[in-house]
Protein backbone atom coordinates (compact mmCIF):
# COMPACT_ATOMS: atom_id res chain seq x y z
CA UNK A 1 0.00 0.00 0.00
CA UNK A 2 2.91 2.41 1.12
CA UNK A 3 4.98 1.27 -1.86
CA UNK A 4 2.36 1.77 -4.46
CA UNK A 5 1.46 5.37 -2.83
CA UNK A 6 5.48 6.09 -3.04
CA UNK A 7 5.36 4.72 -6.75
CA UNK A 8 2.80 6.96 -7.57
CA UNK A 9 4.55 9.76 -6.13
CA UNK A 10 7.41 9.46 -8.24
CA UNK A 11 5.66 8.82 -11.41
CA UNK A 12 4.02 12.15 -10.55
CA UNK A 13 7.45 13.85 -9.76
CA UNK A 14 9.06 12.47 -13.08
CA UNK A 15 5.66 13.98 -15.14
CA UNK A 16 6.25 17.20 -13.25
CA UNK A 17 9.69 17.15 -14.21
CA UNK A 18 8.50 17.22 -17.60
CA UNK A 19 6.50 19.96 -17.66
CA UNK A 20 8.48 22.50 -19.35
CA UNK A 21 8.05 19.97 -22.43
CA UNK A 22 3.77 21.17 -22.54
CA UNK A 23 4.57 24.06 -25.06
CA UNK A 24 6.66 21.73 -27.24
CA UNK A 25 4.16 19.30 -26.98
CA UNK A 26 0.85 20.86 -27.27
CA UNK A 27 -0.49 18.57 -29.59
CA UNK A 28 -0.59 15.93 -27.56
CA UNK A 29 -1.96 17.64 -24.82
CA UNK A 30 -4.93 18.84 -27.09
CA UNK A 31 -5.71 15.73 -28.64
CA UNK A 32 -5.57 14.49 -24.97
CA UNK A 33 -7.91 17.40 -23.85
CA UNK A 34 -10.36 16.95 -26.55
CA UNK A 35 -10.30 13.42 -25.68
CA UNK A 36 -11.26 14.11 -21.86
CA UNK A 37 -13.28 17.43 -22.23
CA UNK A 38 -15.01 17.45 -25.26
CA UNK A 39 -15.94 13.71 -25.78
CA UNK A 40 -16.81 13.47 -22.16
CA UNK A 41 -19.24 16.50 -22.09
CA UNK A 42 -22.04 15.26 -22.83
CA UNK A 43 -22.29 12.36 -20.26
CA UNK A 44 -20.96 15.21 -17.70
CA UNK A 45 -24.24 17.29 -19.28
CA UNK A 46 -27.16 14.19 -19.59
CA UNK A 47 -25.62 13.20 -15.43
CA UNK A 48 -25.46 16.92 -13.80
CA UNK A 49 -29.10 17.74 -15.39
CA UNK A 50 -30.71 14.66 -13.29
CA UNK A 51 -28.26 15.09 -10.26
CA UNK A 52 -30.04 18.85 -9.98
CA UNK A 53 -33.09 17.43 -10.94
CA UNK A 54 -33.22 14.72 -8.05
CA UNK A 55 -31.56 17.42 -5.44
CA UNK A 56 -34.37 19.31 -5.79
CA UNK A 57 -37.01 16.41 -4.63
CA UNK A 58 -34.34 15.35 -1.74
CA UNK A 59 -34.16 18.68 -0.47
CA UNK A 60 -38.32 19.02 -0.66
CA UNK A 61 -38.53 15.71 0.55
CA UNK A 62 -36.54 16.88 3.88
CA UNK A 63 -37.65 19.95 4.21
CA UNK A 64 -41.40 19.26 4.42
CA UNK A 65 -43.29 20.66 7.60
CA UNK A 66 -39.61 22.07 8.66
CA UNK A 67 -37.77 24.62 6.61
CA UNK A 68 -39.47 26.72 3.73
CA UNK A 69 -38.93 25.57 0.01
CA UNK A 70 -37.99 29.10 -0.48
CA UNK A 71 -34.76 27.92 0.94
CA UNK A 72 -34.55 25.13 -1.99
CA UNK A 73 -32.30 26.60 -4.17
CA UNK A 74 -29.85 27.81 -1.58
CA UNK A 75 -29.54 23.92 -0.19
CA UNK A 76 -29.34 22.63 -3.65
CA UNK A 77 -26.96 24.79 -5.24
CA UNK A 78 -24.34 24.59 -2.50
CA UNK A 79 -24.43 21.21 -2.22
CA UNK A 80 -24.02 20.56 -6.11
CA UNK A 81 -20.90 23.70 -5.81
CA UNK A 82 -19.30 21.99 -2.99
CA UNK A 83 -20.21 18.13 -3.56
CA UNK A 84 -22.41 16.99 -6.66
CA UNK A 85 -20.64 18.43 -9.12
CA UNK A 86 -16.72 17.73 -8.38
CA UNK A 87 -17.41 13.82 -6.86
CA UNK A 88 -19.88 12.93 -9.89
CA UNK A 89 -18.29 14.84 -13.04
CA UNK A 90 -14.59 12.36 -11.45
CA UNK A 91 -16.30 9.49 -11.15
CA UNK A 92 -17.77 9.87 -14.61
CA UNK A 93 -14.05 11.01 -15.77
CA UNK A 94 -13.02 7.97 -13.77
CA UNK A 95 -14.89 5.50 -15.66
CA UNK A 96 -14.56 6.94 -19.03
CA UNK A 97 -11.15 8.38 -19.22
CA UNK A 98 -9.09 7.05 -16.31
CA UNK A 99 -10.31 3.12 -17.67
CA UNK A 100 -9.09 4.35 -21.32
CA UNK A 101 -6.24 5.36 -20.54
CA UNK A 102 -5.12 2.02 -18.36
CA UNK A 103 -6.53 0.11 -21.43
CA UNK A 104 -4.73 1.99 -24.11
CA UNK A 105 -1.21 2.46 -22.02
CA UNK A 106 -1.68 -1.19 -21.07
CA UNK A 107 -2.02 -2.51 -24.25
CA UNK A 108 0.68 -0.45 -25.48
CA UNK A 109 3.01 -1.97 -22.62
CA UNK A 110 2.05 -5.51 -23.68
CA UNK A 111 2.71 -4.92 -27.15
CA UNK A 112 6.00 -3.62 -26.71
CA UNK A 113 4.99 0.27 -27.78
CA UNK A 114 6.14 1.71 -24.67
CA UNK A 115 9.70 -0.11 -25.14
CA UNK A 116 9.44 1.05 -28.64
CA UNK A 117 9.36 4.34 -27.54
CA UNK A 118 12.38 3.92 -24.84
CA UNK A 119 14.45 2.22 -27.47
CA UNK A 120 13.75 5.77 -30.10
CA UNK A 121 14.99 7.86 -26.57
CA UNK A 122 11.49 9.05 -26.60
CA UNK A 123 10.38 9.04 -22.54
CA UNK A 124 6.79 7.43 -22.43
CA UNK A 125 6.45 9.49 -19.16
CA UNK A 126 6.78 12.86 -21.20
CA UNK A 127 4.53 11.47 -24.58
CA UNK A 128 2.16 9.25 -22.71
CA UNK A 129 2.13 10.50 -19.16
CA UNK A 130 2.39 14.41 -19.15
CA UNK A 131 -0.27 14.99 -22.10
CA UNK A 132 -2.76 12.90 -20.19
CA UNK A 133 -2.09 14.03 -16.54
CA UNK A 134 -2.12 17.79 -17.75
CA UNK A 135 -5.22 17.68 -19.36
CA UNK A 136 -6.68 16.11 -17.02
CA UNK A 137 -5.81 18.58 -14.34
CA UNK A 138 -6.97 21.81 -16.85
CA UNK A 139 -10.19 20.07 -18.16
CA UNK A 140 -11.86 18.46 -15.07
CA UNK A 141 -12.69 21.72 -13.33
CA UNK A 142 -14.28 23.10 -17.24
CA UNK A 143 -16.04 20.01 -17.07
CA UNK A 144 -17.11 20.59 -13.34
CA UNK A 145 -18.46 24.46 -14.26
CA UNK A 146 -20.54 22.92 -17.05
CA UNK A 147 -22.05 20.16 -14.74
CA UNK A 148 -22.50 22.82 -12.04
CA UNK A 149 -24.88 24.71 -13.96
CA UNK A 150 -26.41 22.24 -15.77
CA UNK A 151 -27.64 20.94 -12.27
CA UNK A 152 -28.20 24.41 -11.13
CA UNK A 153 -30.72 24.36 -14.71
CA UNK A 154 -32.14 21.49 -13.65
CA UNK A 155 -32.84 21.90 -10.06
CA UNK A 156 -34.49 24.86 -11.05
CA UNK A 157 -37.07 23.02 -13.66
CA UNK A 158 -38.45 20.84 -10.61
CA UNK A 159 -38.57 23.49 -8.33
CA UNK A 160 -40.02 25.93 -10.98
CA UNK A 161 -42.63 23.42 -12.23
CA UNK A 162 -43.25 20.68 -9.86
CA UNK A 163 -42.13 22.42 -6.01
CA UNK A 164 -44.40 25.94 -7.13
CA UNK A 165 -41.11 27.23 -6.33
CA UNK A 166 -40.87 31.09 -8.68
CA UNK A 167 -37.67 31.79 -10.58
CA UNK A 168 -37.41 34.57 -8.30
CA UNK A 169 -37.77 32.82 -5.05
CA UNK A 170 -35.10 29.82 -6.58
CA UNK A 171 -32.45 32.64 -7.91
CA UNK A 172 -32.76 34.89 -5.05
CA UNK A 173 -31.88 32.08 -2.51
CA UNK A 174 -29.13 31.29 -4.37
CA UNK A 175 -27.66 34.26 -4.83
CA UNK A 176 -28.04 35.52 -1.08
CA UNK A 177 -26.17 31.70 0.27
CA UNK A 178 -23.11 32.14 -3.11
CA UNK A 179 -20.45 31.93 -1.80
CA UNK A 180 -16.97 32.21 -4.13
CA UNK A 181 -15.73 29.67 -1.84
CA UNK A 182 -17.82 26.73 -2.51
CA UNK A 183 -17.41 27.14 -6.18
CA UNK A 184 -14.11 27.67 -5.84
CA UNK A 185 -13.34 25.03 -3.64
CA UNK A 186 -15.18 22.45 -5.66
CA UNK A 187 -12.94 23.40 -8.76
CA UNK A 188 -9.79 23.22 -6.73
CA UNK A 189 -11.04 19.29 -5.62
CA UNK A 190 -11.69 18.95 -9.20
CA UNK A 191 -8.68 19.59 -10.31
CA UNK A 192 -7.18 17.32 -7.89
CA UNK A 193 -9.18 14.73 -9.01
CA UNK A 194 -8.31 14.77 -12.44
CA UNK A 195 -4.63 14.32 -11.63
CA UNK A 196 -5.42 11.63 -9.13
CA UNK A 197 -7.26 9.87 -11.81
CA UNK A 198 -4.90 10.31 -14.94
CA UNK A 199 -2.25 9.80 -12.51
CA UNK A 200 -3.74 6.35 -11.80
CA UNK A 201 -4.83 5.45 -15.22
CA UNK A 202 -1.27 5.94 -16.24
CA UNK A 203 0.02 3.63 -13.73
CA UNK A 204 -1.91 1.13 -13.92
CA UNK A 205 -1.07 0.95 -17.28
CA UNK A 206 2.36 1.39 -17.01
CA UNK A 207 2.23 -1.96 -14.99
CA UNK A 208 0.54 -3.95 -16.82
CA UNK A 209 1.53 -7.35 -17.98
CA UNK A 210 0.07 -10.68 -19.95
CA UNK A 211 -1.21 -9.75 -22.53
CA UNK A 212 -5.32 -9.13 -23.13
CA UNK A 213 -6.45 -10.46 -20.35
CA UNK A 214 -4.10 -7.94 -18.53
CA UNK A 215 -5.58 -5.21 -19.83
CA UNK A 216 -8.72 -5.80 -19.27
CA UNK A 217 -7.53 -6.09 -15.36
CA UNK A 218 -6.03 -2.95 -15.72
CA UNK A 219 -9.12 -1.56 -16.97
CA UNK A 220 -11.10 -2.06 -13.72
CA UNK A 221 -8.41 -1.78 -11.23
CA UNK A 222 -7.98 1.78 -12.71
CA UNK A 223 -11.89 2.49 -12.23
CA UNK A 224 -11.93 1.29 -8.93
CA UNK A 225 -8.66 3.00 -7.63
CA UNK A 226 -9.25 6.19 -9.02
CA UNK A 227 -13.17 6.11 -7.81
CA UNK A 228 -11.88 5.33 -4.32
CA UNK A 229 -9.47 7.38 -4.44
CA UNK A 230 -11.82 10.51 -5.39
CA UNK A 231 -13.73 9.83 -2.50
CA UNK A 232 -10.91 9.46 -0.10
CA UNK A 233 -9.36 12.71 -1.66
CA UNK A 234 -12.83 14.25 -1.30
CA UNK A 235 -12.90 13.61 2.49
CA UNK A 236 -9.40 15.07 3.01
CA UNK A 237 -9.78 18.25 0.98
CA UNK A 238 -12.63 18.96 3.22
CA UNK A 239 -11.39 19.46 5.86
CA UNK A 240 -8.27 21.12 4.30
CA UNK A 241 -11.06 23.57 3.08
CA UNK A 242 -14.19 24.03 4.46
CA UNK B 1 31.59 -0.30 -29.32
CA UNK B 2 29.48 -2.17 -27.26
CA UNK B 3 30.99 -4.73 -24.39
CA UNK B 4 28.70 -7.16 -22.39
CA UNK B 5 30.81 -8.25 -19.40
CA UNK B 6 29.50 -11.17 -17.59
CA UNK B 7 25.90 -10.54 -17.96
CA UNK B 8 23.55 -12.07 -15.83
CA UNK B 9 19.63 -12.16 -15.84
CA UNK B 10 16.95 -14.30 -14.41
CA UNK B 11 13.23 -13.71 -13.80
CA UNK B 12 11.43 -14.84 -11.03
CA UNK B 13 13.95 -17.93 -10.76
CA UNK B 14 14.32 -18.42 -14.54
CA UNK B 15 17.56 -18.30 -15.37
CA UNK B 16 18.41 -16.96 -18.42
CA UNK B 17 21.05 -15.14 -19.26
CA UNK B 18 23.81 -16.48 -16.88
CA UNK B 19 27.50 -14.93 -17.82
CA UNK B 20 27.21 -13.33 -21.28
CA UNK B 21 30.80 -12.46 -22.55
CA UNK B 22 30.50 -10.31 -25.94
CA UNK B 23 32.71 -7.43 -27.57
CA UNK B 24 31.37 -5.61 -30.83
CA UNK B 25 33.11 -3.55 -32.56
CA UNK B 26 32.43 -1.07 -34.84
CA UNK B 27 31.22 -1.95 -38.03
CA UNK B 28 31.06 -5.26 -37.33
CA UNK B 29 28.15 -7.77 -38.50
CA UNK B 30 27.53 -10.46 -35.58
CA UNK B 31 24.43 -12.74 -36.03
CA UNK B 32 23.34 -14.07 -32.53
CA UNK B 33 21.40 -17.53 -33.15
CA UNK B 34 20.14 -20.04 -30.23
CA UNK B 35 17.14 -22.16 -29.72
CA UNK B 36 13.95 -20.37 -29.06
CA UNK B 37 13.40 -19.14 -25.32
CA UNK B 38 17.34 -19.06 -24.94
CA UNK B 39 17.69 -15.21 -24.05
CA UNK B 40 18.36 -14.05 -27.65
CA UNK B 41 15.81 -11.15 -27.24
CA UNK B 42 16.51 -10.16 -23.70
CA UNK B 43 20.43 -9.96 -24.78
CA UNK B 44 19.38 -7.59 -27.14
CA UNK B 45 16.95 -5.77 -24.94
CA UNK B 46 20.03 -5.30 -22.35
CA UNK B 47 21.95 -3.43 -24.93
CA UNK B 48 19.69 -0.28 -25.27
CA UNK B 49 18.68 -0.70 -21.94
CA UNK B 50 15.03 -1.59 -21.69
CA UNK B 51 16.36 -4.47 -19.46
CA UNK B 52 18.68 -3.82 -16.42
CA UNK B 53 21.03 -6.89 -15.55
CA UNK B 54 20.99 -8.67 -12.32
CA UNK B 55 25.24 -8.52 -12.71
CA UNK B 56 27.34 -7.79 -14.93
CA UNK B 57 27.91 -4.68 -17.12
CA UNK B 58 26.41 -3.89 -20.87
CA UNK B 59 28.53 -0.49 -22.11
CA UNK B 60 28.10 1.02 -25.64
CA UNK B 61 30.12 4.06 -26.37
CA UNK B 62 31.64 4.11 -22.90
CA UNK B 63 28.18 4.26 -21.41
CA UNK B 64 27.04 1.38 -18.96
CA UNK B 65 23.25 1.10 -19.99
CA UNK B 66 22.58 0.13 -16.40
CA UNK B 67 23.48 2.87 -14.68
CA UNK B 68 24.03 5.61 -16.88
CA UNK B 69 21.35 8.72 -16.20
CA UNK B 70 18.41 8.71 -18.57
CA UNK B 71 19.69 12.16 -20.49
CA UNK B 72 22.80 9.51 -21.65
CA UNK B 73 21.70 6.44 -22.22
CA UNK B 74 18.62 8.50 -24.81
CA UNK B 75 21.91 9.90 -26.17
CA UNK B 76 23.34 6.59 -26.94
CA UNK B 77 19.54 5.08 -27.96
CA UNK B 78 19.55 8.02 -30.56
CA UNK B 79 22.14 6.13 -32.47
CA UNK B 80 20.43 2.83 -32.50
CA UNK B 81 17.83 1.39 -34.23
CA UNK B 82 16.05 -1.43 -32.93
CA UNK B 83 13.39 -3.85 -35.12
CA UNK B 84 11.16 -5.47 -32.39
CA UNK B 85 10.33 -9.25 -32.97
CA UNK B 86 6.81 -8.17 -33.19
CA UNK B 87 7.33 -5.05 -34.43
CA UNK B 88 5.44 -2.80 -31.84
CA UNK B 89 4.24 -0.57 -34.07
CA UNK B 90 2.28 2.65 -32.79
CA UNK B 91 -1.44 1.47 -33.19
CA UNK B 92 -2.46 4.72 -32.92
CA UNK B 93 -0.64 5.47 -35.63
CA UNK B 94 -0.78 5.51 -38.99
CA UNK B 95 2.15 4.02 -40.99
CA UNK B 96 3.67 7.44 -42.09
CA UNK B 97 3.63 8.38 -38.43
CA UNK B 98 5.28 5.39 -37.51
CA UNK B 99 8.07 5.67 -39.27
CA UNK B 100 8.63 9.24 -38.92
CA UNK B 101 8.50 9.59 -34.90
CA UNK B 102 11.24 9.37 -34.17
CA UNK B 103 12.26 12.00 -36.83
CA UNK B 104 9.74 14.17 -35.68
CA UNK B 105 11.08 14.07 -31.84
CA UNK B 106 14.83 15.57 -32.92
CA UNK B 107 12.63 18.28 -34.53
CA UNK B 108 12.02 17.57 -38.10
CA UNK B 109 8.84 19.39 -39.20
CA UNK B 110 9.60 20.12 -43.01
CA UNK B 111 6.21 17.72 -44.16
CA UNK B 112 7.62 17.11 -47.46
CA UNK B 113 10.91 16.08 -46.50
CA UNK B 114 9.46 13.59 -43.93
CA UNK B 115 6.63 12.28 -47.25
CA UNK B 116 10.21 11.43 -48.79
CA UNK B 117 11.98 10.29 -46.72
CA UNK B 118 8.95 7.54 -45.19
CA UNK B 119 8.51 6.99 -49.32
CA UNK B 120 11.94 6.47 -49.30
CA UNK B 121 12.40 4.03 -46.10
CA UNK B 122 9.43 2.17 -47.13
CA UNK B 123 10.62 1.96 -50.60
CA UNK B 124 14.14 -0.41 -48.90
CA UNK B 125 11.95 -2.73 -47.40
CA UNK B 126 9.84 -3.16 -50.89
CA UNK B 127 6.54 -1.14 -49.68
CA UNK B 128 5.02 1.52 -51.30
CA UNK B 129 1.36 2.98 -51.21
CA UNK B 130 0.88 2.40 -47.28
CA UNK B 131 1.61 5.80 -45.89
CA UNK B 132 -1.82 6.14 -45.04
CA UNK B 133 -2.82 2.89 -43.48
CA UNK B 134 -3.12 1.83 -40.07
CA UNK B 135 -1.04 -0.93 -38.85
CA UNK B 136 -3.32 -3.12 -37.72
CA UNK B 137 -4.96 -3.29 -41.66
CA UNK B 138 -1.47 -5.00 -42.23
CA UNK B 139 -0.66 -8.21 -42.64
CA UNK B 140 2.09 -9.65 -40.44
CA UNK B 141 5.06 -9.12 -43.02
CA UNK B 142 4.38 -5.93 -44.27
CA UNK B 143 4.05 -4.92 -40.39
CA UNK B 144 7.54 -6.21 -39.66
CA UNK B 145 8.60 -4.12 -42.72
CA UNK B 146 7.48 -1.05 -41.96
CA UNK B 147 8.70 -1.88 -38.46
CA UNK B 148 12.60 -1.73 -40.16
CA UNK B 149 11.36 0.80 -42.38
CA UNK B 150 10.99 2.84 -39.08
CA UNK B 151 14.05 1.73 -36.94
CA UNK B 152 16.12 2.92 -40.02
CA UNK B 153 14.49 5.98 -40.18
CA UNK B 154 16.65 7.73 -37.82
CA UNK B 155 19.87 6.88 -39.87
CA UNK B 156 21.07 4.90 -36.67
CA UNK B 157 24.89 4.20 -36.39
CA UNK B 158 23.80 0.83 -34.76
CA UNK B 159 21.20 -1.74 -35.98
CA UNK B 160 19.69 -4.45 -33.72
CA UNK B 161 17.47 -6.99 -35.68
CA UNK B 162 15.22 -9.43 -33.85
CA UNK B 163 14.45 -12.03 -36.49
CA UNK B 164 14.13 -9.69 -39.10
CA UNK B 165 13.05 -12.67 -41.91
CA UNK B 166 10.79 -14.35 -39.97
CA UNK B 167 7.59 -15.05 -41.36
CA UNK B 168 8.66 -13.29 -44.93
CA UNK B 169 8.76 -15.20 -47.93
CA UNK B 170 11.93 -16.19 -49.24
CA UNK B 171 11.87 -13.23 -51.75
CA UNK B 172 11.72 -10.93 -49.70
CA UNK B 173 13.52 -12.04 -46.99
CA UNK B 174 16.36 -12.36 -49.60
CA UNK B 175 15.65 -8.49 -50.15
CA UNK B 176 16.02 -7.88 -46.30
CA UNK B 177 19.24 -9.61 -46.74
CA UNK B 178 20.44 -7.50 -48.73
CA UNK B 179 19.33 -4.44 -47.36
CA UNK B 180 21.19 -5.17 -43.94
CA UNK B 181 24.46 -6.36 -46.05
CA UNK B 182 24.00 -2.95 -47.70
CA UNK B 183 23.93 -0.94 -44.75
CA UNK B 184 26.91 -1.88 -43.35
CA UNK B 185 28.93 -2.19 -46.33
CA UNK B 186 27.93 1.43 -47.53
CA UNK B 187 27.17 3.44 -44.58
CA UNK B 188 29.38 1.43 -42.20
CA UNK B 189 26.46 0.47 -39.69
CA UNK B 190 27.33 -2.35 -36.52
CA UNK B 191 24.30 -4.47 -36.92
CA UNK B 192 23.40 -7.76 -34.38
CA UNK B 193 21.15 -9.78 -36.11
CA UNK B 194 18.79 -12.77 -34.42
CA UNK B 195 17.88 -14.71 -36.37
CA UNK B 196 16.92 -18.65 -36.76
CA UNK B 197 17.39 -18.10 -40.41
CA UNK B 198 21.14 -19.99 -41.31
CA UNK B 199 20.85 -18.41 -44.85
CA UNK B 200 20.63 -15.18 -43.60
CA UNK B 201 23.94 -16.01 -41.17
CA UNK B 202 25.85 -17.32 -43.95
CA UNK B 203 25.36 -14.92 -46.39
CA UNK B 204 25.54 -11.46 -44.24
CA UNK B 205 27.52 -12.07 -41.12
CA UNK B 206 30.77 -12.33 -40.40
CA UNK B 207 30.70 -13.46 -37.07
CA UNK B 208 27.97 -15.93 -35.48
CA UNK B 209 27.06 -16.11 -31.40
CA UNK B 210 25.41 -19.33 -30.91
CA UNK B 211 23.38 -18.28 -27.34
CA UNK B 212 23.01 -22.13 -25.00
CA UNK B 213 22.42 -22.52 -21.57
CA UNK B 214 22.19 -18.99 -21.05
CA UNK B 215 25.86 -18.31 -22.24
CA UNK B 216 27.97 -18.50 -25.43
CA UNK B 217 28.63 -21.23 -26.63
CA UNK B 218 30.01 -20.32 -29.91
CA UNK B 219 31.74 -17.45 -31.32
CA UNK B 220 33.31 -17.23 -34.40
CA UNK B 221 33.10 -17.41 -38.40
CA UNK B 222 29.83 -18.96 -39.90
CA UNK B 223 32.11 -21.49 -41.74
CA UNK B 224 33.41 -22.84 -38.54
CA UNK B 225 30.37 -23.19 -37.37
CA UNK B 226 28.59 -25.06 -40.18
CA UNK B 227 32.20 -27.44 -40.30
CA UNK B 228 32.22 -27.85 -36.50
CA UNK B 229 31.88 -31.44 -35.17
CA UNK B 230 30.79 -30.37 -31.43
CA UNK B 231 27.99 -32.11 -30.92
CA UNK B 232 25.76 -29.45 -29.49
CA UNK B 233 26.59 -27.33 -32.37
CA UNK B 234 25.61 -29.90 -34.88
CA UNK B 235 22.55 -30.70 -33.12
CA UNK B 236 21.38 -27.22 -33.01
CA UNK B 237 22.80 -26.93 -37.34
CA UNK B 238 21.20 -30.28 -38.44
CA UNK B 239 18.36 -29.34 -39.89
CA UNK B 240 19.87 -26.43 -41.99
CA UNK B 241 22.76 -29.46 -42.91
CA UNK B 242 19.83 -31.37 -45.00
CA UNK B 243 18.41 -28.36 -46.36
CA UNK B 244 21.50 -26.99 -47.73
N1 LIG C 1 9.85 -9.51 -19.25
C1 LIG C 1 9.98 -10.82 -18.96
N2 LIG C 1 9.49 -11.32 -17.82
C2 LIG C 1 9.62 -12.62 -17.50
N3 LIG C 1 10.24 -13.51 -18.28
C3 LIG C 1 10.75 -13.09 -19.44
C4 LIG C 1 10.64 -11.73 -19.85
N4 LIG C 1 11.24 -11.58 -21.05
C5 LIG C 1 11.70 -12.81 -21.36
N5 LIG C 1 11.41 -13.73 -20.42
C6 LIG C 1 11.79 -15.15 -20.42
O1 LIG C 1 13.14 -15.22 -20.79
C7 LIG C 1 13.36 -16.33 -21.64
C8 LIG C 1 14.06 -15.88 -22.89
O2 LIG C 1 13.19 -15.10 -23.67
P1 LIG C 1 13.60 -14.47 -25.05
O3 LIG C 1 12.43 -13.72 -25.54
O4 LIG C 1 14.87 -13.75 -24.92
O5 LIG C 1 13.83 -15.76 -25.96
P2 LIG C 1 14.39 -15.79 -27.43
O6 LIG C 1 15.72 -16.44 -27.40
O7 LIG C 1 14.30 -14.44 -28.05
O8 LIG C 1 13.36 -16.80 -28.11
P3 LIG C 1 12.67 -16.72 -29.57
O9 LIG C 1 13.66 -17.26 -30.51
O10 LIG C 1 11.50 -17.63 -29.42
O11 LIG C 1 12.30 -15.31 -29.81
C9 LIG C 1 12.03 -16.99 -21.87
O12 LIG C 1 11.93 -18.10 -21.01
C10 LIG C 1 11.04 -15.94 -21.46
O13 LIG C 1 9.91 -16.53 -20.90
MG1 LIG D 1 13.16 -13.53 -29.33
Redesign the interface.
Known amino acids: MFAEFGSASILAFRTASYTSSIPRDRRLVLEQMEHIGSDSLPLVLIIGLFTGMVSAWQAAYQFKGMIPYSFIGAAVSRAIFIELGPVLTALIIAGRVGASIAA?IG??KV???I??L??????PIRYLALPRISAAVVMLPILVIFANIIALVGAFLVSNFYLDVSSKVFFESVQRFFFVKDVLGGLVKAVFFGAVTALIGVKVGFETTGGAQGVGNATIRAFVLSSAMILILDYTLWTVIF | MIEIRNLYKSFDGNDVLRGIDLTIADGETVAIIGQSGCGKSVLL?HI???LRPDRGAVVVDGINMAEAK?KDI??V??N?G?L?Q?S?????MTVLENVT??LR?NGERDKEKLARITLEKLALVGLRGIEKVMPADLSGGMRKRVALARSLA?EPRYMFYDEPTTGLDPVTSDQIDALIEDLTAKLHVTSIIVTHDMFTVERIAKRVVFLHQGKVYFDGRPEDLTRSNDPINRQFLERYRLLA
Not at chain 1, 118 to 123: D, L, N, T, V, Y
Open positions: ETMTEQDAESMAIS | KIGLEYRRRIFFGALFDSLGET
